[in-house]
């Protein structure tokens, strides 16, 4: 079995379906690059992944072990089949599923969403129950995000921005309540916030920004920004690392610095599936590729058979276009 | 009446103006963020009952307000308000509290929802998330719009003179009526200035503090 495996993802934002069933492996080590023209459904697949949204229906192994599964379809389903006499027709299958919903949690997501609501952007996020929490919580340390927008703490300096979750992940395991520390949990505590401190200058020089400890996010560039975000991803040292348009705010030079970045990780070893929009860069640095086109996997493999010989009429469109220069139109 | 004497009994009523300013914002602040809480509420019925309260306090005048909370006990329960300063307090402290809760949630709600979500990837708690990363930033997000606020409430003290509070301005029409001098009622403006001269200084200092990084 592969190192990570997903199957069969679905996810509906109300009753626009955003994912239809994608499937994905990827062996310990690779880099995957995931393309496709804006509202494929690519970074709402990597946010399914990173449990920022959770899917309608998925099964993820991690090592060959289940960490995920998830089926509200056909739970949504049978709970219809049994009150609802009117025949499924293909058209309101969605809609159904939307009150069906409504009626099992009355979630808020599903009474926005039912109908044409021209406000889709605006669907609330849907509750979610303690248990399916503590779920995602525990399986979360397997990933690490990298945002489009960086999304660092703003009011934190560099150094702290990366030791920070590592800092309270570790209060999180230390003993709680007023209990009193005693010497040698003191001693232990400080050990461990001052090899966190150092891990993390390590991983900040590793990202050529060991002179910026001290900065402020605001004073630094956008690609050293990014590049204090991949460190922050990593000091968590997550099984896979996921990068959302890791690149897509910068400009050409900042976004060198960071591929630069994400391809001496991949000597490193790390595993990583990255969004993107830098053909180049997916070229060249992938494993494995994957077009995506209206929510599902139009075309996948090695990047020679994507971009040199791909097969699917949507990939051939969508590379020609993406090669095209302006004067062309 | 000479100036002296009039400074003297400005001063003996600053007592009430200073007193009812601090103590406002000591109540109004930590209830204006339980108010913001359920304003903001997943409930349905506490955010309802949230919004109407903000919506009726914001909606009258305060001199209404603080009317009301000084006769209706009286009038409705047969208990009447045996002191005005706490009856001044209880309808500034509510007043101020929606106002404040208002402005906590334009400052949570203006946070980029980026935020939360990194916070989530890093595997932060709830808590964490809203103490270490929220917290600090909505705060320097509000200082601009809670100096006005606080500006302000120095400044609708005075309205506390409608219940016969002896603040400064009670006190200036006071030696008006008695004295038939005019000037000491504009002289008050002198005090509100120094007042609120002090507070515009602090909150200039409060917003450099955090001023060391921009969002």
Same mark, same amino acid.
């Given at each position: 079995m592969a190192f990570y495996e997903v199957k069969n993802v679905y996810k509906n934002f109300g009753t626009v379906k955003v994912l239809k069933g994608i499937d994905l492996t990827l062996d310990e080590g690779q880099v995957l690059a995931i393309i496709g023209s804006? $509202?494929? $459904?690519k970074t709402t697949l990597l946010r399914c992944l990173n449990f920022l949204e959770i899917p309608d229906k998925a099964d993820i192994y991690l090592k060959g072990e289940e960490i995920f599964s998830i089926d509200k379809i056909s739970a949504d389903n049978s709970a219809q089949a049994d009150d609802n006499d009117t025949p499924l027709s293909g058209e309101c299958e969605s809609v159904k599923y939307a009150q069906a919903s409504q009626d099992a949690s009355q979630s808020i997501q599903a009474q926005e969403s039912n109908g044409k609501s021209k406000r889709e952007k605006k669907v609330k996020p849907e509750k979610i129950s303690k248990q399916m929490q503590k779920l995602i919580d525990s399986k979360r340390g397997h990933f690490g995000m990298v945002f489009q927008s960086f999304n660092l703490f703003p009011h934190f300096n560099v150094l702290k921005n990366v030791t920070l979750a590592a800092q309270l992940k570790y209060g999180a395991s230390a003993p709680k309540g007023f209990k009193r520390w005693s010497k040698e949990e003191r001693e232990k505590r400080a050990k461990a916030m001052a090899e966190i401190k150092e891990k993390a200058v390590a991983l900040l020089n590793r990202v050529g920004l060991g002179e910026k400890l001290k900065s402020y996010p605001c004073e630094l560039s956008g690609g050293q920004q990014q590049r204090v975000a991949i460190a922050r991803a990593l000091i968590l040292q997550p099984d896979i690392l996921c990068f959302d348009e890791p690149t897509s705010a910068l400009d050409p030079e900042l976004t060198r610095e960071v591929l630069k970045v994400i391809r001496d990780l991949k000597k490193d070893g790390h595993t990583m599936i990255v969004v993107t929009h830098e053909m180049q860069f997916a070229k060249k640095v992938a494993d494995k590729v994957i077009f995506m086109a209206d929510g599902v996997v139009e075309e996948e493999g090695t990047p020679s058979q994507v971009?040199?010989?791909?097969?699917?009429e949507k990939t051939k469109a969508f590379l020609a276009e993406s090669e095209k220069s302006i004067d062309e139109e | 009446m000479s100036f002296a004497d009039v400074n003297i009994q400005f001063l003996d009523a600053a007592k009430y103006t200073l007193g009812l300013f601090f103590l406002t914002l000591v109540i109004a602040i930590p209830l204006g963020v339980v108010v913001c809480a359920c304003a903001m509420s997943r409930f349905r019925p506490v955010k309802w009952i949230a919004n109407t309260f903000i919506w009726i306090i914001r909606g009258t005048p305060l001199m209404l307000q603080v009317i009301v909370v000084m006769y209706g006990p009286g009038l409705i329960?047969? %208990?009447? %308000?045996?002191d005005r300063f706490l009856a001044a307090l209880i309808a500034f402290s509510i007043n101020y509290a929606a106002y404040f809760a208002e402005i906590y949630r334009g400052g949570i709600m203006a946070m980029p929802k980026g935020q939360y979500e990194a916070g989530k990837v890093l595997g932060m708690s709830k808590a964490s998330v809203n103490g270490l990363v929220i917290f600090p930033q909505v705060v320097k997000k509000i200082t601009p719009a809670m100096g006005n606020e606080v500006i302000t409430l120095v400044k609708d003290t005075s309205i506390a003179n409608i219940i016969a509070l002896p603040e400064i301005i009670l006190t200036a029409k006071g030696i008006v009526a008695t004295y038939?001098?005019?000037?000491p009622l504009f002289y008050t403006g002198v005090f509100y200035l120094a007042m609120s001269g002090l507070l515009t200084l602090f909150f200039k200092w409060l917003e450099k503090r955090t001023n060391y990084y921009k969002a």
């Open positions: 804006s $509202g494929s $459904g971009f040199d010989n791909p097969v699917s | 329960f047969d %208990m009447p %308000m045996k038939a001098i005019i000037w």
